[in-house]
T-cell receptor
Framework: AQSVTQLDSQVPVFEEAPVELRCNYS??????LFWYVQYPNQGLQLLLK??????LVKGINGFEAEFNKSQTSFHLRKPSVHISDTAEYFC??????????????FGKGTHLIIQP | DAGITQSPRHKVTETGTPVTLRCHQT?????MYWYRQDPGHGLRLIHY???????DKGEVSDGYSVSRSKTEDFLLTLESATSSQTSVYFC?????????????FGPGTRLTVL
């Protein structure tokens, strides 16, 4: 079984400042890792994913994340945030051996608040 | 955007009544999932399907049943709704082993059980 811990439930950041949203996971098998974003009253949209290969993953809207196997982390970063980045961000994991078929295990989410 | 629709989008019902939520996809993906989203819990898997008439339980399946008689439709039924089932329900689809290996989510159904 997997579990995901998002260490911050809320992160306030000033506009144009950098941000890091933290995610740690636990699993006894290899994993796929995902970050999803949810804007108010909308569904979830994939930001980026790590399946294999390069540990630095680039996604949409200028976000990137780094897979660190030794620290079992997959932190999300953006060098300069915009007011439109205000949203809920979810880290998720699935067993890698399942080929992506298994359901995702989600963290509880981090609310990113951009202050002008 | 992936072709996923959910109906209804909003529903208010009373305790003890049956409720069915529908997820419809036009992507011909093999796998379909139902999640519920609650504050402080993120999303949790209720049930999923890996083909027509093939379903399995997720983390929070008690009180829910599902059916899939066609590739494109996945139904979630609350046989006797309770207030603890007030939530936002999301459907997702995926095609494992395909080029994306990710889940695509529908717009959600907000269910209130009074």
């Amino acid at each position: 079984a997997q579990s995901v811990t998002q260490l911050d439930s809320q992160v306030p950041v000033f506009e144009e400042a950098p941000v890091e949203l933290r995610c740690n996971y636990s699993s006894s098998v290899s994993v796929y890792l995902f970050w999803y974003v949810q804007y108010p009253n909308q569904g979830l949209q994939l930001l980026l994913k790590y399946l294999s290969g390069s540990t630095l993953v680039k996604g949409i809207n200028g976000f990137e994340a780094e897979f660190n196997k030794s620290q079992t982390s997959f932190h999300l970063r953006k060098p300069s945030v915009h007011i439109s980045d205000t949203a809920e961000y979810f880290c998720a994991v699935s067993p890698g051996g399942g080929g992506g078929a298994d359901g995702l295990t989600f963290g509880k989410g981090t609310h990113l608040i951009i202050q002008p | 955007d992936a072709g996923i629709t959910q109906s209804p989008r909003h529903k208010v019902t009373e305790t003890g009544t049956p409720v069915t939520l529908r997820c419809h996809q036009t992507e011909n993906h093999r796998y379909m999932y139902w999640y519920r989203q609650d504050p402080g819990h993120g999303l949790r898997l209720i049930h999923y399907s890996y083909g027509v008439k093939d379903t399995d339980k997720g983390e929070v399946s008690d009180g829910y049943s599902v059916s899939r008689s066609k590739t494109e439709d996945f139904l979630l039924t609350l046989e006797s709704a309770t207030s603890s089932q007030t939530s936002v329900y999301f459907c997702a689809i995926s095609e494992p082993g395909g080029p994306y290996n990710e889940q695509f989510f529908g717009p959600g159904t907000r269910l209130t059980v009074l």
